[in-house]
Structures are given as C-alpha cells and as structure tokens.
C-alpha cells in the first residue's frame, strides 16, 4: 500500500503563501489535496490525475496550483492569497482516476497524516 507523508504547513497572516508538499511511497494514479475546518465537513481543494489534468475547487482558483512530480512521486500545492477561511488540517490522498477531479472521496485509497494550515488577518 502506498504511503503518504505530507510537509509544509504553518502559519502565515493573510496574503501570505505556503507551500504544501506530499511524497508517495509508489506509484500513484489521482492525487490530491483535501482539507478540513473544524465543525466543518472534509472538501475537495486540487487534483490531478495521471494525465495531469487539474481540478480545483472555486474558492481556490487562481490562488493555488497543484502539481507532480512524477520522477519523485512527490505533490504540490503551491498556496498564495492566503485568507483567514483557507485554515484547516489539509490532507493529501491518492486514488483511483475515476471521479478523480470531482474529488470524490469512495475512490481514495490512501490518506496522509495531514498538515495544518493557519491564516490570521
């Protein structure tokens, strides 16, 4: 089973950037990023299939980017604009394609441990 270690959260004032990044173990198909609020249900930020087609949730386009690193089986979600209602624990998980960019959760096979990220204003 691959595994997944997730890097780079913190805390920035509101504007700021951060940048998250989740190495594989193996191989994977869709990855991408997830996150949960407190009180809140976990969703959908980014994805990217093994086409390396993206997906993004409306609250983040044209603030974050996903990418891959396919040689090192390593993702990315580059953040900037950052606001106060992006803090939440953000999850990377990989997947089936299926469904992938409409980040449909049945199809995750393997979550990580999850990253914090906070914003202030």
């Known amino acids: 089973q691959v595994q997944l270690v997730e890097s780079g959260g913190g805390s920035v004032q509101a504007g700021g950037s951060l940048r998250l990044s989740c190495a594989a173990s193996?191989?994977?198909?869709?990855m991408g990023w997830f996150r949960q609020a407190p009180g809140k249900e976990r969703e959908g930020v980014a994805a990217i299939d093994s086409d390396g087609t993206t997906s993004y949730a409306d609250s983040v386009k044209g603030r974050f980017t996903i990418s891959k690193d396919n040689a090192k089986n390593t993702l990315f979600l580059q953040m900037n604009s950052l606001k106060p209602e992006d803090t939440a624990m953000y999850y990377c998980?990989?997947?089936?394609?299926?469904?992938?960019?409409?980040?449909?959760?049945?199809?995750?096979?393997?979550w990580g441990q999850g990253t914090q990220v906070t914003v202030s204003s």
């Open positions: 998980a990989e997947g089936s394609d299926d469904y992938c960019l409409i980040f449909d959760q049945a199809g995750v096979y393997t």
């Open positions: 193996g191989y994977t198909y869709c």
